[in-house]
């Protein structure tokens, strides 16, 4: 049983002590970034390097290009057509250029992150994100700010660069600023969670979780990362991550037997969709 006392402390041992040689070792080797989720599990992130940053803000400047263009034809195009006074239709064009300016260089990429979750049209074709450094996504506000100071880091050139490398998540003054970091998705392996866990395990120990067990918000979030995440994850580092998390919620769900904790997370997580379904 998972709730006795006598074999709890097993799992709960070995989550702590390899976790702590485990993040240091991946933290050298890999540019990871640890990100501490509810529940006290923790999920490393690939963090994006500079030169891979550098092209997705080169896509993303291309996509200003075109968007800039657009307005500016569109613009004049209008006041010819509505024949506007000489002098007043040059005022017009040269505030609405300077808007342009303004709006494609400190808020076009900010509504982007802001509203698709971290990425812009460069960082999704690149597969980067931006994440705040609790593994939230980031608020209105934090898009805002990352972005108007990149106007800083642009005149820096490479001391920006330095600045990146001289922090664990290669953050810019935006990032370090906001409390934000860039990660590298492996997105083709999303989504893959149905096709690759045991569904009649899986089922039978949902189907044994008491029925008033429900997880909070925050708790499903950090289920879904790790279902969505877990075949990038060696078996012995899944392991580790899933011992510890799947330890707390079966305590906290008086979870009878002791299991695979890797399926038990599957097996709460689909039991947290279908509540969903039902809702």
């Known amino acids: 049983m998972i709730g006795n006392e006598t074999q709890r402390p097993i799992i709960e041992s070995h989550w702590r002590r390899n976790a702590d040689g485990a993040y240091a070792s991946a933290r050298a ?23 891979l940053r550098a092209l997705a803000f080169m896509i993303d400047l291309i996509a200003m290009f075109f968007y800039f263009l657009g307005t500016t034809l569109g613009g004049a195009y209008l006041m010819v057509k509505l024949d506007l006074d000489s002098d007043f239709a040059e005022n017009v064009a040269f505030a609405l250029i300077l808007f342009n300016v303004l ?8 509504i982007w992150e802001a509203c698709w979750s971290g990425r812009t049209l460069g960082k999704a074709c690149c597969g980067l994100r931006v994440l705040s450094t609790s593994g939230r996504a980031i608020s209105g506000q934090q898009a805002i700010i990352r972005n108007i100071l990149r106007t800083v880091d642009l ?19 935006g990032d370090l600023a906001t409390g934000t970091v ?98």
């Open 29 to 51: 080797l890999d540019t990871t970034y640890d990100v501490v989720a509810p529940e006290n599990t923790a999920f490393s992130y690939r963090v994006a390097g500079p030169f």
């Open 182 to 279: 860039v990660v590298n998705e492996r997105s083709q392996k999303r989504g893959v969670m149905k096709a690759t866990f045991n569904e009649n395990l899986v089922a039978t120990i949902a189907s044994n979780i008491p029925e008033d067990f429900s997880v909070s918000e925050s708790t499903f979030q950090a289920l879904s990362l790790y279902v969505s995440r877990r075949l990038e994850i060696s078996p012995s580092r899944r392991y580790e991550i899933a011992s510890g998390f799947a330890s707390a919620l079966a305590r906290k769900c008086h979870f009878p037997y002791r299991v695979d904790p890797d399926a038990f997370l599957c097996a709460v997580y689909t039991r947290a969709l279908k509540d969903l379904a039902s809702v």
């Open 155 to 173: 005149f820096l050139g490479p001391f920006d660069v330095l600045i990146m490398s001289a922090n664990d998540r290669m953050a810019r003054l």
């Open 103 to 110: 709006f494609v260089f400190w808020f076009w990429n900010a």
